[in-house]
């Protein structure tokens, strides 16, 4: 009876394309980037982020599916870029920190604040004891370009970055953080363009990536919305 329930929940995850089925035995980390400023975007046609929470929420309901699938045992570790939504926080005149501290008690988080791309390679080298505990998966809910993470894009600088991590940045990364199978996917824009061929080379992990835009949505998981978009790793 086990092995029938092994199956059957190998089989979930490959017909839902949810992660590893071997996430119970590691760590599942969440990348949460910043969101933009309106004081950059008010002028543009197509302007970011009229909601502070577009990643947060992204994150929180991918986290909810993560729960469901492997249950409240499972290793989630969030890892969120903190000045943005300090910054963001003054715009929305309400402590933005607190709320998203909120989930981390909600779906029993490990939280982590970042303010740099080395901290999140940091992190993924010697966050845990990697010889014990490997990266069973990574999501990143963000902004993005072909060849990086942007953590506070339009945030600081409008229309371009001063937090990110670039795609020649992944060799630092050790590859053997990372188990065997481990699920990897970007749900930023246009990663897989380029970085997630990067991504494959520096870690040995395919990492699933956007040809083209996504759109983050309120109550689902962000979509392609290019007229030729396609998921690729």
Known sequence: MGGIRRFSLLLLLLLAGTGSAFAANGEYIIVVGGPSLYQWEKYKLYPHDHWWANFVRAARLRTEQLRGYFGPDQQITWLVYKQGYLDRAKQEHQDLIALIDSVREKFNL???????????IDYLNKGQPRNQVKIAGF??????????????????????????????????????DFAHSAYVKSWGCHTGESMSKKWYRATGTHMIGAIGRTQFMMEELPILTSEDGKWVN
């Not at 490990?110 to 999140?120: H, I, P, Q, R, T």
């Not at 001063?162 to 590859?175: A, F, P, Q, T, V």
């Open 110 to 120: 490990n939280l982590v604040w970042f303010n740099a791309g080395s901290d999140v």
């Open 139 to 176: 999501e990143y809910f963000g902004h993005s370009n072909r060849a990086c993470f942007m953590f506070d894009y339009s945030n600081f600088i409008d229309s371009a970055c001063k937090s990110w991590l670039h795609e020649n940045e992944l060799g630092r990364i050790d590859r053997r």
